[in-house]
């Protein structure tokens, strides 16, 4: 069983910072991508950031050169630093892995969400 632990949401004010963090666990063998999705009320989830294993990150254009995502490999990690937040970044976060279990066919996982709200 492959388990996603998000942390680092929170509340902030607009312009400020926030860090984003999770880690994959469980007997998961190979990763092929990790990244951030976020979900906000009424709305449809939208792709943040995204790290190919061994590849460059791709970000929304509404995050670019605001957002930074970056992976720690030994620790099957996935972060996302957040700076110059506005109000229309609240959403809930979720940390997205694509990969696979020994002798099991490459899947999605997901995190459990993380809310992150910034205040105008």
């Known amino acids: 069983q492959v388990q996603l632990v998000e942390s680092g949401g929170g509340l902030v004010q607009a312009g400020g910072s926030l860090r984003l963090s999770c880690a994959a666990s469980?007997?998961?063998?190979?990763?092929?991508?990790m990244g951030w999705y976020r979900q906000a009320p009424g709305k449809q989830r939208e792709l943040v950031a995204v790290?190919?294993?061994?590849?460059?990150?791709n970000y929304a254009d509404s995050v670019k050169g605001r957002f930074t995502i970056f992976r720690d490999n030994a620790k099957n990690t996935v972060y996302l630093q957040m700076d110059s937040l506005k109000p229309e970044d609240s959403a809930v976060y979720y940390c997205?892995?694509?990969?696979?279990?020994?002798?099991?066919?490459?899947?999605?996982?997901w995190g459990q969400g993380t809310q992150v709200t910034v205040s105008s």
């Open positions: 469980g007997n998961i063998v190979s990763i092929n991508a």
């Open positions: 790290i190919p294993t061994g590849g460059s990150a």
């Open positions: 997205y892995v694509r990969g696979s279990r020994a002798w099991m066919p490459t899947n999605n996982y």
